[in-house]
Nanobody, 122 residues
């Protein structure tokens, strides 16, 4: 059973930065797609960012383009989400997830982390 473990969340002020990490228990296939989603209570999960594990191509949701950066470290099977210029609207539970291939649809991701809270507030 694949395990994805997120870390790095917390409480920050508007304008601050935060980096989330997602460590996988195994090495993803080159064709795998790693994504970050976020969710507010009562709302659907929103695609935040994704990366093709093999070639490293990255994709972003419109609300985070230019502020967030996704990356991966193949040597440790870890995906990162660098979040800069955080807004209160970025407050949510953030999830790391893995899909067999490139997709933005949460329903197509087979493996999910437990989620981690990010709160942006003054």
């Amino acid at each position: 059973q694949v395990q994805l473990v997120e870390s790095g969340g917390g409480l920050v002020q508007p304008g601050d930065s935060l980096r989330l990490s997602c460590a996988a228990s195994d090495r993803p296939f080159s064709s795998s797609f790693m994504g970050w989603f976020r969710q507010l209570p009562g709302k659907e999960r929103e695609f935040v960012a994704g990366i093709r594990w093999g070639v490293g191509l990255t994709y972003y949701g419109d609300s985070v383009k230019g502020r967030f950066t996704i990356s991966r470290d193949k040597s440790t099977n870890t995906v990162f989400l660098q979040m800069n210029s955080l807004h209160p609207e970025d407050t949510a539970v953030y999830y790391c997830a893995r899909a067999i291939s490139y997709t933005f649809q949460a329903s197509e991701y087979k493996h999910w982390g437990q989620g981690i809270q990010v709160t942006v507030s003054s």
